[in-house]
Each structure stands twice: as C-alpha cells, then as structure tokens.
C-alpha cells in the first residue's frame, strides 16, 4: 500500500498510475515529483506505489544505508529495478557485486583496496581449512580489460584485520615433491609454465569446468558457494612453455577462475620474466598506488612470507618468479615450498 503526501486531492479526478518498483525486502521506497510523495515499503520483494500524474517521477529505494534512486517517465503502468548497494564493500553480497561489477560501476562505490570477509573451508592440496576467517580486497575495476575481459572487479586473497597475507602450508619455507603442496610443481621444472603447473591445476583448481563444480581438494573448492555462483572466468596470458628461451611465442592464454599474479602485475616492470608477457598484461591499480608488496603468513601475521607469482623465470630452467619477504622480485625453484595469494574476478 502506497501512502501519498501532498496534493493527494488529485487522485478523486485522476487516473492513478502504478510504479512497480523491484528491490530488497524491507525497503522503504519513494516516488517524488514536485511537492507529491508517494512512499511504500517492499514486501514479497516488490513495492507497487501508486501515482496520481504522469510525467517524470524519482523514485528511490533505501535500507540499511544502501540506497539507489533512478527517474522514469511515467505515461502508463511502469516497472523498474533498483539495485540497492551499500558503499561498504563488505556489507553487500556477491550477488549485489557481481551486478555491479556487471555494469562496471564499482569505481562509483567501492575503492581499491577495499574488502570483503570471507571464510575458508575444505582441503587444499596437503592443507586443510577450516573455518578460516579472511578478506579478499580489491586490486582493480575492469583491469585490462581489453585483454582479459571487462564487467569485473578484480580481488586478491588476501588480508586478515588489515595485514596482507598468503595461504601457506605446513612446510613453508622448504621444498617438497609432495602432490597439493603449495609449490609451482612436484619436480624441479617449469616445462608447461603456468597452464601445465601444479599449483594451478592440483591447489587452485583454476582449469575447473565451472567455479560452481569445482575440482575437489581444490582452493577453489574451499570457497564460500555464494562467492563461488559469481565468479568469473578470467583471460591471462603467461608463458606455457617454460625453459629459457624467452620467445614470444611461449606467451599464450589460459582461462582461470584463480590465478597468482605474474611479476609484471606486481611490479610494473620485467625482471625476469619472459619479457612478451608485459605486452598482455597491465599493473593492478592497486600496487601502481603504491601499497606494499609485503605479505605475511596467514597463520603467523608476524612473519614475513615469500609468494609465488605465476610467471615462468627465463633465467634458469626448473623456476618461476616470486615476491620475497621484503617485497622485491626473485626467482626459485619450482619444488620451493611458498605462499599463494591468489586472484579472482566478479
């Protein structure tokens, strides 16, 4: 039931208008036009108003701090959505992202840097979580796009109370040939580079079919479902040869659900990478800003972590590129056991 302020007079001679406004549950909606105001509040998840004039109405939806407003021309009956959006990343749903992002208007509410809890469940590789509590934040809106596919937000995994972390396994800091540990492969070689890999097929589960069926005992499966249903499949290009010939033919594309980051993503520049990757690929916006590459263990906070990137080293054979402890770039072996910080887009 629509209630009408002002002229309400009006409604004896006229015909009444409809407004079917479509937006969360409990939302108190408002059609305005000059001194009239209709209000409704949102039941069964639509609010029907009901408007004594033609012409240009604002209507606005509000609850909970998130509010959306959008003027249709009323000539006739009229129905309209409004997305309701909270300018705190955290308090919106994936739904509610994913549709933003969908409209690449995410930069209109949301910064870089921004976060959104999350919690872990499942086996990934060798290493079980359970109930882990952290954040993913985001790293970019529409990141190169041209290349890798716009409508999204990019985020990382990820920061726990505001500290920048990585996933880490129970053998971090040494090397290891075990099956789901959290190294680029089980033996020393990038042959394949970043698409035949270990980490990403056996830990992320980034060649899963669908983020919705996930390969089991996967990081990808150990996602929360809601986050899981909006997930977008991301294009990027790395080398998938592997060796050190550096030819840019290596340089091809793989379509990820989760990916770590290559050096040039980092950092901005090439060091020892294959130097055609950059051709594909940009900086996230959020290390061009200036924040710290530094990451620490999510199960320590205190200490420093090195983090895999997934960009094949053309410097020696067996290794990929990482970020180490202190934030510069290096590379290591392929079996050096380390921490992934992955990304993901919506």
């Known amino acids: 039931m629509s209630v009408i302020q002002g002229d309400a007079i009006l409604l004896g001679r006229l015909t009444r208008y409809r407004i079917t406004v479509t937006t969360a549950e409990g939302a108190a909606v408002t059609a305005v036009q000059g001194s009239k105001t209709v209000t409704g509040t949102v039941r069964g998840g639509s609010c029907r108003l009901e408007v004594p004039t033609t012409g240009v109405w604002t209507v606005s939806a509000v609850l909970n701090g998130a509010a959306a407003t959008q003027q249709v021309n009323v000539e006739g009956d009229v129905a309209l959505e409004l997305l309701l959006v909270s300018p705190v990343l955290d308090e919106n749903s994936w739904e509610t992202i994913s549709r933003v992002a969908a409209l690449s208007q995410g930069q209109n509410y949301w910064s870089v840097g921004d976060c959104k809890e999350i919690v872990l469940n499942g086996t990934v590789g060798t290493t079980n979580f359970n109930n882990e509590t952290v954040s993913v934040f985001i790293i970019g809106f529409d990141h190169n796009a041209a290349v890798e ?3 999204r937000i990019h985020f990382q995994l990820g920061k726990k109370d505001g500290t920048p972390i990585a ?3 129970g053998l971090y800091g040494g090397y ?3 099956a789901g540990a959290f190294t680029m492969n089980t033996e020393d070689r990038n042959t ?3 698409a035949d890999c270990q980490m990403r097929q056996t830990v992320l589960g980034s060649d899963s079919a669908s983020a919705t069926t996930p390969n089991a005992n996967t990081l990808l499966s150990a996602l929360p479902e809601d986050l899981r249903a909006v997930m977008k499949p991301c294009t990027k290009y790395s080398d998938n040869v592997g060796g050190e010939e550096n030819a840019a033919s290596a340089v091809t594309a793989t379509r990820d659900w989760l990916f770590l980051l ?3 993503e980092y950092f901005g520049e090439r060091t020892y990478a294959n130097s055609a990757e950059q051709n594909y690929q940009a900086q996230y916006a959020y290390y061009s800003a200036g ?8 199960n320590k906070t205190t200490a420093n972590a090195n983090v895999w990137c997934r960009s094949v080293s053309v410097e020696q054979d067996p290794t ?3 970020v180490t402890s202190d934030g510069t770039t290096d590379w290591e072996d392929s079996t050096g056991d380390m921490g992934v910080s992955p990304g993901f887009c919506i």
């Open 291 to 298: 924040n710290s590459k530094v990451m620490y263990r999510h």
């Open 167 to 169: 996933l880490v396994d």
């Open 262 to 264: 290559s050096e040039y």
């Open 149 to 151: 596919g716009g409508g």
């Open 192 to 194: 394949g580079g970043w």
């Open 176 to 178: 290891n040939d075990a």
């Open 320 to 322: 990929f590129c990482y």
